[in-house]
Nanobody, 123 residues
Framework: QVQLVESGGGLVQAGDSLRLSCAASGRFFRDYAVGWFRQAPGKEREFVATVSRSGDYTYYASSVMGRFTLSRDNARNTVYLIMNSLKPEDTAVYYC????????????????WGQGTQVTVSS
């Protein structure tokens, strides 16, 4: 099993940047692909980005491509989501999730979830 804790959320203005972290505990973090999802009030949880177990493959939702960058440091059991040029529509609770095997975009395919961190972008 793996336990996930997100951090780094906050209140920022449009155009600002944030770095979210997802710290994992448990053994063999390198065996897990990690995804980020977000959920805005009244909306369904949506895929943001995913990184493979080794970190050499990443995939982004079209809404964040070119603005968000996902990376991982397996030595520190941590995944980072750097969010640049933030927009008000990026406002949501951001969750990281982990699964064994390959990266996927469906939330239902992830087995372990963090508690989420709030990101609020004001206009």
């Amino acid at each position: 099993q793996v336990q996930l804790v997100e951090s780094g959320g906050g209140l920022v203005q449009a155009g600002d940047s944030l770095r979210l972290s997802c710290a994992a505990s448990g053994r063999f973090f390198r065996d897990y692909a990690v995804g980020w999802f977000r959920q805005a009030p009244g909306k369904e949880r949506e895929f943001v980005a995913t990184v493979s177990r080794s970190g050499d493959y990443t995939y982004y939702a079209s809404s964040v491509m070119g603005r968000f960058t996902l990376s991982r440091d397996n030595a520190r059991n941590t995944v980072y989501l750097i969010m640049n040029s933030l927009k008000p529509e990026d406002t949501a609770v951001y969750y990281c999730a982990a699964k064994t095997g390959s990266s996927r975009t469906g939330a239902h395919e992830y087995d372990y979830w963090g508690q989420g961190t709030q990101v609020t972008v004001s206009s």
